[in-house]
């Protein structure tokens, strides 16, 4: 009986460090649209969590205007960095946010009540924005690392009691991006 329970116990740890939805992005009811085309053609007021690349902020008297490039989110919430940007949308935030911290290429996903569009330019391009108001955020960081394969002989030279391998082959290196 003490060995199940322990196992329990144990589990539920291990569980609950797998990724998860960050809980500044939970939704205020169930029913929460994830997709952005959805989001563009939806008419009236729904829950909406989507996520992207900072375009622009701007900051009004009582309130901040995000305007945010669209990439598709995972489950736990995080902006897809592999794939193309899908259209841009606005998130007004109540209150001001700095513009240093939500710089332009910052990754960020933002959950809030749909708007009505609004009429905008990106460039001289008129275009049509999907807006919501936010009502919670969360900003990502992109971590790189970098995997080296080294192609080098086995042959070792030895000098004394150390041992090296040569660099005599060749090496490639692969960069890893990952949103944390």
């Known amino acids: 009986m003490l060995v199940r329970r322990c196992l329990f116990i144990l589990s539920v740890f291990l569980l609950s460090a797998c990724s998860s939805l960050p809980e500044q992005l939970t939704a205020q009811s169930e ?12 008419k009236g007021t729904a829950d909406v969590r989507l996520g992207g690349m900072i375009a622009t902020v701007t900051n009004l008297a009582d309130k901040s205007r995000v305007e945010i490039v669209n990439l598709p989110i995972s489950k736990t919430g995080k902006p897809d960095i592999s794939t193309d940007a899908n259209g841009r949308f606005v ?10 911290t939500y710089a332009e290429g910052r990754l960020v996903t933002v959950v809030g009540k749909s708007q009505p569009t609004e009429q905008g330019k990106v460039g001289e391009f008129d275009y049509t924005f999907p807006v919501m108001n936010a009502y919670g955020m969360h900003l990502w960081r992109v971590e790189e690392s970098v995997i080296v394969h080294d192609f080098d002989s086995y042959l070792y030279p030895c000098y004394g009691i150390n041992c090296r391998s040569s660099r005599m082959g060749s090496s490639r290196a692969k960069v890893i991006q990952e949103v944390k």
Request: aromatic share 18%; net charge negative; no cysteine.
């Open 91 to 100: 998130a007004y935030i109540d209150g001001f946010v700095d513009p240093v």
């Open 31 to 42: 029913e929460v649209i994830t997709d952005y085309p959805i989001f563009a053609a939806h």
